[in-house]
């Protein structure tokens, strides 16, 4: 499994960004993925998740109602919008996948087998 995330970069507190991961190696009906970030100095922290079959969707409480989860099944490709962005979001972030992800574990990094390379997320005051 390769993840390929992109779309990171410098704005604005209050611009929008939308991020995108780029899965490939095999079906991810049966995964989760989800996105962390980590800034620094700080642990991973979850983010946001989504189940490839049905579209469940989980947010940290930090991001929810400003960034939006999707996926698109035909492009392999997990996107997050992010919308009304505070210095606080600076951070890199990272996609990641897994097929053995329960509802319980969703939010941990460790429940996930796969990670992408990270995109550096900065937003200035």
């Known amino acids: 499994v390769q993840l390929q995330a992109s779309g990171g970069g410098l704005v604005q507190a209050g611009d929008s960004l939308r991020l995108s991961c780029a899965a490939s190696?095999?079906?991810?009906?049966?995964?989760?993925m989800g996105w962390f970030r980590q800034g620094p100095g700080t642990e991973r922290e979850f983010v946001s998740a989504i189940r490839w079959s049905g579209g469940s969707t989980y947010y940290a409480d930090s991001v929810r109602g400003r960034f939006t989860i999707s996926r698109d099944s035909a492009r392999n490709t997990m996107y997050l919008q992010m919308n009304r962005l505070k210095p606080e979001d600076t951070a890199v972030y990272y996609c990641a996948a897994g097929s053995r992800v329960i509802l319980s574990t969703i939010r941990s990094k460790l429940a996930y087998d796969y990670w992408g390379q990270g995109t550096q997320v900065t937003v200035s005051s």
């Open positions: 190696g095999r079906t991810f009906s049966s995964y989760a």
